[in-house]
């Protein structure tokens, strides 16, 4: 099992409808990241959040520490959203507390 | 102007090579890091590096070295390539413990 568990691994949904992906770890962390990699291969930090909620225009990150559970929000998801998004744990792992572990992430498909 | 960047962005060599990557970032940042993505599109940390203290992946062979000339820069050294080394390498910076920024990432293609 791994230690950050994404949830959809594919998720297609149609323009303008709210997406959620979930997120699971088994690690102790120091803060729980959200990432997103664009169809052309780049990597964007879009979260970084150790409690509560936070939120960057259509995009909402919630975080429970006692569950182990994080969760992405997309409300009037768009085609531009289409993307893989990955949920990564940050803790002090051998050292350096930027280490992250990351899920296997979730593509996400939206469709006009 | 570009944040973290990677050079080459692709890189292909044979079997048995010695090859660099270089990684730049100019946010002044003390804390870089190499990420290696395989043909899963599965990421994982190689090392991670800050002014003082590098920290390495105990899974990552000792064919790859970290060699950091300045805080600005960490490049990955890899000695006598293999076909598994195949994958997309990312570097990464932040000033700990904040959110990390990436670079383009350098598709390498070993054959």
């Known amino acids: 099992k791994n230690e950050v568990e994404q949830s959809p691994q594919n998720l297609t949904a149609q323009e303008g409808e709210f997406i959620t992906i979930n997120c699971s770890y088994s690690?102790?962390?120091?803060?729980l990241h959200w990432l997103q990699q664009h169809p052309g291969g780049g990597i964007v930090s879009l979260f970084m959040?150790?409690?509560g909620k936070k939120k960057h225009g259509r995009l909402i990150a919630t975080i429970n520490i006692q569950e182990k559970h994080s969760s992405l929000h997309i409300t009037a998801s768009h085609p531009r959203d289409s993307a893989v998004y990955i949920c990564?744990?940050?803790?002090?792992?051998?050292?350096?507390?930027?280490?992250?572990?990351f899920g296997k992430g979730t593509k996400l498909s939206v469709k006009p | 102007d570009t944040a973290v960047s990677q050079t080459p962005k692709y890189l292909v060599t044979q079997m048995g090579n010695d090859k660099s990557i270089k990684c730049e970032q100019n946010?002044?940042?003390?804390?870089m890091y190499w990420y290696k993505q395989d043909s899963k599109k599965f990421l994982k940390i190689m090392f991670s590096?800050?002014?003082?203290?590098?920290?390495i992946n105990e899974t990552v062979p000792n064919r790859f070295s970290p060699k950091s000339p300045d805080k600005a820069h960490l490049n990955l050294h890899i000695n006598s390539l293999e076909l598994g080394d195949s994958a997309v390498y990312f570097c990464?910076?932040?000033?700990?413990?904040?959110?990390?920024?990436f670079g383009p990432g350098t598709r390498l293609t070993v054959t």
């Open positions: 946010l002044g940042h003390d804390t």
């Open positions: 690690v102790g962390i120091s803060a």
């Open positions: 990464a910076s932040s000033q700990e413990p904040t959110r990390q920024y």
């Open positions: 590096y800050n002014n003082k203290e590098l920290i």
């Open positions: 990564a744990a940050g803790g002090d792992y051998g050292g350096s507390q930027g280490n992250l572990i």
């Open positions: 959040l150790s409690s």
